[in-house]
């Protein structure tokens, strides 16, 4: 009989019991009897007087026998689920959630010995894993309703902690208006799933451990039927009756909790046992039967599981792959088998006629995708692979009414003829099957193809597309120019012989290939071909004397000089080869100075540092060019500042800069010794710079020991150095004419580009930390101090430092951290001075904008958890910040902003806070009220409001008072939560604004 038969079937069946065996033997199905299932457990729930949960969450609640309807209306719910084989994927179709947590507690319930008050009793689920599993697993029902509950719990758990929307009905008692269970119980459902849920989790992992799983699981047959049984008063049964029972397949059992453990697990993000619970999945289905197997897919989800097991790396089933119907699944599936059948994808989508714009964009990209992937040798495909993509694109973008892009007239101009047979195919195929605008839209696509060249005029789409034979003889390509490939300066010369002479100067000056160069001097004449240019000078002014350098040798190291400039570094050694081989060679009968050829060895080492320094320039192997391997380059850097005589001084300190950012302390403190030529022979600007890096390299070495002597008397050294260099020499006028201000002028510059190029990072933050140190005691306002991390290190407190100029340390600080910033864009630390800086300058929107910018990189773009300086593992957001968070907030009118950023603080401003909340504010205002956890500002704004009578601001913060996850009495856990998570999403929007 089916339940269909009648309005109310169930009240026949509350009656008459045994009616539901007699319906079941006469061959009734699983569905038709699920609505009476549904039926029987609302009434059942309608008809107590009290709800079904315990004062412990963790605790199930056990039905005392009052009524015996109540006895009847479980014994029928009980059936009925034995009859739908106890599966939870058909019961979750069914019932909601308060309704099968009832049922599976009255499954317990009637485990035999489940009485009131007995000392076994499984309604408190802590004491689940402390269960012998292997004992309850013989018969099996007891372990197999447990397992049953706990499978559900984690199943729910991931449901109930997913953001959904869901329709919130009233709880209140109406006469007339019958109550809906799913409703009334809704919230207390989820409170106890929330709290069981860790216990499930162990109990289904100890199943897993030791493999417990139930031999046998109770039939519709093995609860009471009759009346005269269910009158005795008891719900649980006093024994299991064996011959009742029906047989279980163990390994079913234990796939099925796999698999929702394995699920649970990729929920909370404990990757390593989801792939566990996953592997024993499948070893436990491949050894079903058939039977079993069927039952399985009514349980698990095989796209579901498909998606888990691709997000985890897992080879997924042939069985479970699913046959993808969109453009992108499709295209995802090609992608994964080297885009085979790729082509005859995007044939379908065009004769799909899905005009669906985000359908077109990805087609784009993979056009983009593919072309990048071909070009890095990710992938390998044929010549006519790429524009037979590129025709498919043409068609759709064709269909939508768009033109002929430039990008694909570029592309299609020199298609093979097996691409242009492809064209004209997939056009053909268009025109067959289009409608009249369509039609329209080929055939313009065809005429531009023929204007373009890319289809003759005797091409069959002229015929297909209907252009008429007057029409073609309009369609003439546009004439095409031969374009020079190379560009050259050389001019017409009418026969005249200073055109002739001008266009090899020209040719001279642009000139870098070292043959070029060498041929054009020779015809020339080196004397003159010296003369091209007057600014052809080199670093030294030892080398631009005349007569000393034979011209040849001149000409060559004015273009490596060039070429350095340029960074073009292959090039530069080339060219520096091409002067070493003619200086060895081809000048025999010219003299020159003996140590002509150690200078040009030594070019070759200072190429090798500036290549080295310029990571971010790709520079380009040249065949029969061989690069030092770091080692070997540091290894020729220390030996070289020992040779005699002296290197030059951009050599001197290109070596000194490569030592330090390898971090060779040692080598800079025994290399710079007063006693070195090299320290002797040198002159202002470059002594300063050598004496910097030898009392750098002092602190850093003692920096290391942890010697606070030797680290107090260097920091000095290297603070008195450098601030003498940003401080003014009094207010006399200069007796030498301001030539000793000149000089400053350029040791200050030589030291800071000498600064701008560290690329150490201990080193680099401490030099930032000297400068950082140097505007601060110039600027004397604690207030808008640059914090740095090594400023105990720096004297700030002599007498000297009064002369330091603001400016010209601000200027200095701000190239620096610059160039830093640059090498290391995501150091939090330099972002953090940068950002200090504008702040100190009134300049508060970028300030702001640089702080977010420093949260961010701290805290991996707000995933990490935001906390004090004092909190451990988390990403710390320090008081001073804060208080210069909210200033700027202030500063700027976003004072809605700044109640906000006042909640970072460990002990907030409560008194400030308020007063911006009753000040205009110029951000959102109240549509901030979301990323307020504060309950104390939350409850003065609901007040706020509610004094000047504005209605929707008090709504809205009220709204916001009524989140449960902030309510006073949570544990801190759930309050530190809320916090978080309204942090990250402030500061994202924050971060949206400005970056």
Known sequence: ????????????????????????????????????????????????????????????????????????????????????????????????????????????????????????????????????????????????????????????????????????????????????????????????????????????????????????????????????????????????????????????????????????????????????????????????????????????????????????????????????????????????????????????????????????????????????????????????????????????????????????????????????????????????????RESKLLKCLVVDLVVEGILGQKSKLVNLAGIAQAERAKLLPPPKFKMSAKQSFVMETFGLEKITKLNTSLQMMSAFSPGQVVTLANSMGVRGARKTSSRWMLETEQLNRPNLVPDLIFILLAKVNQLKKMKRWSEARLVLDKAQQELRGGLKNERFPPWLGGHMEGEHLLLEHLAAVDKDETVSSVPGQTQLSPDELLSRTASWLSVEPPPTPALVESSLLALLNAGDWEAVGRLSHPNMGYVVSSRPPHTSVILLARNLAFLMLNLRANNPQMIKKFGRDVWEMVAQLVSNGGTKRPKDGGAAAGLVSRERAAVTAFLCQLAHEPLKRLTTSLIASLFNVARDDPNTDILSPDSAVWPTGLATNQAIQERTVEDMLTQVITSAIAKSPKDPTLLRMLADIQFANSRYSSALSLYVETTAVKSDFFQLELGSSLTLGMATLEESVVGRLVTCARELGRLTQAVVLSQFSQEPNYAQAFKFLEDRSLDGSDSLYGCIWDMAVLEFAMSLHTKRGEVARRREALHCIWQLELNTNNDEEIIKEAANVRKAMFLRSLAMQFF
């Open 1 to 436: 009989m089916s339940v269909d038969d009648g309005d109310s079937p169930w009240f026949s069946y509350l009656l008459d019991p045994s009616k539901l065996t007699a319906d079941i033997e006469s061959g009734a199905t699983v569905t038709s009897l699920q609505p009476l299932l549904l039926d029987l457990l609302s009434n059942l729930l309608n008809n107590q007087t009290a709800g079904f949960f315990a004062d412990n969450p963790q605790e199930l609640w056990y039905a005392k026998n009052e009524e015996r309807k109540c006895s009847v209306l479980r014994n029928l719910c009980l059936r009925l689920a034995a009859f739908s084989s106890w599966s939870l994927g058909t019961l979750e179709k069914v019932l909601p959630s308060p309704l099968l947590l009832y049922l599976l507690t009255a499954l317990v319930q009637a485990q035999p010995g489940q009485e009131e008050e007995a000392m076994n009793s499984l309604a408190s689920t802590i004491r689940h894993t402390e269960l012998d599993l292997k004992d309850l697993a013989i018969p099996g029902p007891s372990l197999q309703a447990l397992t049953l509950l706990h499978r559900w719990v984690v199943r729910t758990f991931m449901v109930i902690r997913t953001p959904m929307r869901t329709e919130r009905t009233s709880t209140v008692m109406v006469p007339g208006v019958r109550r809906d269970p799913a409703v009334m119980y809704r919230d207390q459902t989820h409170t106890l799933v929330s709290a069981v849920a860790p216990t499930s989790i162990k109990f289904l992992q100890a199943v897993l451990d030791i493999e417990a799983s139930p031999t046998s699981v109770p039939s519709h047959s093995s609860f009471p039927a009759t009346v005269a049984v269910l009158s005795t008063g008891s719900y649980s049964v006093p024994s299991w009756d064996t011959s009742t029972l029906m047989p279980c397949d163990p390994k079913l059992e234990l796939a099925l909790a796999a698999h929702d453990l394995g699920c649970c697990y990729f929920f909370c993000e404990d990757y390593d046992r989801a792939k566990s619970c996953f592997s024993k999945y499948f070893t436990y289905t491949s050894q079903l039967s058939v039977a079993s197997k069927q039952q399985l897919d009514v349980e698990v989800e095989k796209a579901r599981l498909a998606g888990y097991l691709i997000c985890l790396d897992l080879p997924v089933p042939e069985d479970d792959v699913v046959e993808q119907t969109s453009l992108a699944g499709k295209i995802i599936v090609s992608a994964n088998n080297q885009y085979d059948g790729i082509n005859k994808v995007l044939e379908e989508d065009n004769l799909s006629r899905d005009q669906k714009e985000a359908s077109t964009s990805g087609r784009e990209l993979l056009e983009l995708e593919l072309r990048e992937k071909i070009t890095q040798g990710k992938i390998t495909a044929a010549r006519d692979f790429l524009p037979s993509i590129l025709v498919q694109n043409m068609v759709r973008r064709t269909l939508r009414g768009l033109p002929l892009s430039s990008r694909v007239k570029r592309s299609l101009t020199n298609i093979t003829e097996k691409v242009r047979g492809v064209l004209e195919d997939q056009v053909g195929k268009m025109l067959a099957v289009a409608t009249d």
